[in-house]
């Protein structure tokens, strides 16, 4: 990466990273779908299905501070592979469970490996692109939050229908293991990392202090309370509250991600801004008031026609925020601790994954309201873009500099310092 032209190798390293960030979205996503199966199944109350996804998300939460940080010190080539191999392995084991406890044991691994792919993936894109890529780039990968729902919700409810809710935990475990192997052989750390201090464990001090760090942080946590709590409990929410079939309520949220898909929203989020050159700050706060909105106006329908209608309009606003979020952490943490930067930021958004399912059975449960149940996710994109409101003014400053790496280290070193604007 010493030369004035980015490597066309970027495009490669961009799909494997998308493609890794996209099988754990899958696998994640796989719960909500087959919850009412399980339950089922293995004979959990309604109340309970929540802490399935919290044990999850409490691993999750806890491999990206740490993945982060792993990245930064080994590399994301070793980092994502292990993880992907892992994860995926833990797949299979849990779709062969019987056992309540053991399912909420090997749940709590699975996102224990799969929670590093983000921050694995952002150093490995912030590496091999350039600064004026990064909006788009950053769009491309945050597709697979969304396209991962899609796909778990449009294979999820057929193959329950035809097998058993074992066969979708047995699939996406073994793509994911195939997609570790891909990984490994075919991803490259990249210049930056040959020209780091070795292994020299990174010194992540000055993100404690970062201010900006600390406020995508909230922003995202908001963000993530309404969509993986909208992803966890809406098949199961509109089962039980609107009485409408499994089949249709995994079409609904198909819709819901798929729409965000279709229209390319994050990659075209992502370009805008990077055209634009107005920062991102304004238009998160934007999206996160209208997630808000729509989540309310869903939780006020009954019919499946009405969540048909709404589905689209709840699914941009529920994932067009996320890679404005992800863009805007590489430059207050600077190259050398991007890694860790990600994985810091990410582990408190996904801390809203952790606390939404635990937080929306009980309200269920207790009132038996739709309506309330959607109130308790609308709460979390509010704060989020109230969030906002204190990050400092993000406009780029363009450069004629391509050379991602040198540059990227820079930033680190005057990043030690403290915060950066």
């Given amino acids: 990466m010493s030369s004035a032209a980015p490597s066309p190798y970027r495009w490669v390293v961009l799909l494997l990273c998308w493609a890794s960030f996209t099988m754990t979205s899958v696998d994640r996503s796989t719960w909500g779908p087959a919850s009412a199966a399980v339950s089922d199944s293995l004979h959990v109350p309604l109340a309970a299905l929540g802490i399935f ?9 806890v491999s990206n501070a740490a993945g982060g940080f792993l990245t930064d010190w080994l590399g994301s080539r ?108 075919f991803l490259r750390d990249g210049a930056a990392r040959a020209d780091s201090a070795g292994r020299a464990l990174p010194d992540i001090r000055p993100l404690l202090h970062n201010r900006n760090l600390l406020l995508l942080g909230l922003a995202g946590f908001g963000g993530l309370w309404g969509t993986y709590g909208f992803v966890t409990w809406s098949n199961t929410l509109m089962i039980k509250g609107s009485h409408i079939s499994p089949v249709d309520a995994g079409i609904v949220v198909v819709i819901f991600s798929a729409v965000a898909v279709a229209v390319g929203v994050k990659p075209v989020v992502g370009w805008l801004t990077d ?114 409101l204190g990050v400092r003014d993000d406009r780029p400053q363009r450069s004629s500099a391509v050379d991602v790496p040198d540059r990227g280290l820079r930033a680190g070193a005057s990043s030690a310092g403290g915060p950066t604007a």
Avoid at 53 to 61: E, H, P, S
Avoid at 99 to 111: A, C, F, N, R
Avoid at 337 to 353: E, M, P
């Fill in 53 to 61: 996804a919290t044990c999850y998300y409490i691993g999750y939460v």
């Fill in 78 to 185: 070793v980092v994502l592979g292990t993880s992907l191999l892992a994860a995926g392995s833990l797949m299979i084991v849990f779709g062969s469970t019987t056992s309540i406890p053991l399912g909420l044991t090997v749940q709590g691994l699975v996102g224990l490996f799969a929670g590093v792919e983000f921050s694995a993936g952002m150093k490995l894109i912030t590496i091999w692109l350039p600064e004026s890529e990064l909006g788009r780039a950053s769009g491309i990968f945050m597709t697979a939050t969304s396209l991962g729902t899609v796909i778990a919700n449009a294979v999820v409810p057929t193959l329950i229908e035809h097998a058993d809710w074992h066969a979708s935990y047995h699939l996406f475990g073994g793509v994911t293991v195939v997609l570790a192997l891909l990984c490994a052989v």
């Fill in 275 to 388: 055209g634009l050159g107005f920062g991102m700050r304004l238009p998160i706060m934007v999206i996160l008031v209208l997630f808000t909105a729509t989540l309310l106006v869903f939780g006020a329908l009954r019919s499946y026609t009405a969540f048909l209608v709404v589905a689209p309009v709840l699914g941009i606003t529920a994932y067009a925020y996320s890679p404005l979020t992800a863009a805007m952490i590489p430059k207050p943490a600077g190259g050398r601790l991007t890694g860790s930067a990600a994985g810091t930021v990410n582990a408190i958004w996904q801390l809203g994954s952790v606390l939404v399912p635990a937080a929306v059975g009980p309200v269920f449960h207790a009132s038996g309201s739709f309506h309330a149940a959607f109130a308790v996710l609308a709460i979390g994109p509010l704060l989020g873009a109230l969030a906002v």
